[in-house]
């Protein structure tokens, strides 16, 4: 995570209900997944996936910033629309296993 990432006043925005200790666990967790080092994926890769994971988990803050790192990291718009494509057929078959478990105890 770049310096830029975090809320220069943590008193306010996403951060602001995170004791001081909790916000340094956060954003040191948060640095390692995301750092360079002896990663199997590439920066662009994993910020792809940061996408699809901001997507399903609907956090639009997220969404917004990892698809600007995204694009910063190499990422084309075909790429991440391919990525909001995939995330859909994802979550759409998800509803659907949802739903024959539910059709499954209508039955019972």
């Known amino acids: 995570m770049?310096?830029?990432d975090i809320d220069a006043?943590?008193?306010?925005g996403s951060y602001a209900l995170l004791g001081d200790g909790a916000r340094q666990h956060y954003f040191a967790f948060y640095k390692h997944i995301f750092s360079h080092k002896e990663k199997a994926l590439d920066r662009k890769t994993r910020e792809l996936?940061?996408?699809?994971a901001a997507l399903a988990f609907?956090?639009?803050?997220?969404?917004?910033g990892h698809i600007k790192k995204a694009?910063?990291?190499g990422a084309t718009e075909?790429?991440?629309?391919?990525?909001v494509e995939v995330t859909?057929?994802?979550?759409?078959?998800a509803v659907v296993d949802r739903a024959d478990g539910a059709a499954a105890r209508l039955r019972t």
């Open 88 to 93: 859909l057929a994802v979550s759409a078959a």
């Open 78 to 83: 075909a790429q991440i629309a391919e990525v």
């Open 58 to 64: 609907n956090c639009h803050n997220c969404l917004d």
């Open 49 to 52: 996936v940061a996408v699809a």
């Open 9 to 12: 006043n943590p008193s306010e």
């Open 2 to 4: 770049e310096s830029s």
């Open 71 to 73: 694009r910063l990291s």
